[in-house]
């Protein structure tokens, strides 16, 4: 769900490509007021649920192959959270899933602002100290609670941590878009989730890997909240791990010995 939860946006191509504008209905209850984002995946629209009077974002995800188990794991996920107080966990709340026509729809509480949305409008050359220890504790409990019930995020990033009111401090956020977050005990040696410059090198090197991924991830999210620049930039595998290897070392040889594949060169 990497989209800014709050913007609002001309109707995009992905809205019309699914015919859905202002005043459409998705399910049974959801009237569209807004749409907020779109992506790969379908659009996110703000809604007003005319059986509870709440407003919603709703994640529209669109019928194709690819797209639709995506979104099927997505829901499994949220599943296993629903256990999880909301608040108290810094998880988004899911309200729930339903069908419009042949998408899969997925229903969340509607959030403010994304943190990296955020950090440009506050501040585009990093946040102050004071700022930044309650969104490390708050994202550092998120992440705790989601490995305490087995599941990895996979995707930590800016764009996928929601500030839930700017104008409250100190600020409060919940981690979203668990589209690509897998269960620990089903994750294969090889695989390659998330976004490229937040991504843990044993991921990029095709090793085994565990929950520890995502904690990699927070280091990068939170160094760039604080300067705001990526550490690792690059526009390729091969660059981000020289970038790697230049700060932290190469991987020791029983590391190296593993891989399932190797990053080439450009």
């Known amino acids: 769900l990497e989209t800014t939860l709050s913007a609002t946006l001309e109707p995009s191509s992905m809205a019309k490509e699914l015919g859905i504008k202002k005043g459409?209905?998705?399910g049974?209850?959801?009237v569209v007021e807004?749409?907020?984002?779109?992506?790969?995946?379908?659009?996110?629209?703000k809604c007003r649920n005319t059986e509870t009077?709440?407003?919603?974002?709703?994640?529209?995800?669109?019928?194709?192959?690819?797209?639709?188990?995506?979104?099927?794991?997505e829901i499994a996920i949220l599943k296993r959270l629903r256990r999880l107080n909301t608040d108290t966990s810094n998880i988004v709340q899911c309200?729930?899933?339903?069908?419009?026509?042949?998408?899969?729809?997925?229903?969340?509480?509607?959030?403010d602002l994304s943190l990296q949305d955020y950090l440009q409008e506050k501040n585009p050359r990093g946040l102050t100290t004071?700022?930044?220890?309650?969104?490390?504790?708050?994202?550092?409990?998120?992440?705790?609670?989601?490995?305490?019930?087995?599941?990895i995020h996979a995707d930590l990033k800016p764009p996928n941590v929601m500030v839930v009111n700017r104008h409250e401090q100190p600020l409060k956020v919940k981690l979203i878009d668990?589209?690509?977050?897998?269960?620990?005990?089903?994750?294969?040696?090889?695989?390659?989730?998330?976004?490229?410059?937040?991504?843990?090198?044993?991921?990029?090197?095709g090793v085994p890997f565990n929950e520890s991924v995502d904690m990699?991830?927070?280091?990068?999210?939170?160094?760039?909240?604080?300067?705001?620049?990526?550490?690792?930039?690059?526009?390729?595998?091969?660059?981000?791990?020289?970038?790697?290897?230049?700060?932290?070392?190469?991987?020791?040889?029983?590391?190296?010995d593993q891989l399932s594949r190797t990053p080439l060169e450009p």
């Open 24 to 26: 459409s209905r998705l």
């Open 28 to 30: 049974s209850c959801h």
């Open 34 to 45: 807004d749409i907020l984002g779109e992506g790969s995946f379908g659009i996110v629209a």
């Open 53 to 73: 009077t709440k407003i919603e974002a709703v994640k529209v995800n669109k019928s194709e192959e690819g797209v639709l188990e995506v979104a099927m794991d």
């Open 95 to 111: 309200n729930g899933f339903f069908f419009d026509k042949e998408n899969i729809c997925i229903s969340f509480e509607l959030l």
């Open 130 to 151: 004071r700022e930044l220890r309650p969104i490390l504790h708050q994202l550092a409990t998120a992440l705790s609670h989601l490995h305490s019930s087995g599941i």
């Open 178 to 205: 668990f589209g690509v977050a897998r269960l620990m005990s089903a994750v294969n040696q090889g695989d390659w989730m998330g976004t490229l410059h937040y991504s843990a090198p044993e991921m990029l090197l």
């Open 216 to 256: 990699w991830a927070l280091g990068l999210l939170m160094v760039e909240l604080a300067t705001g620049c990526q550490l690792y930039p690059g526009k390729t595998e091969y660059d981000v791990l020289r970038f790697i290897f230049e700060t932290q070392g190469q991987p020791c040889d029983d590391v190296l």
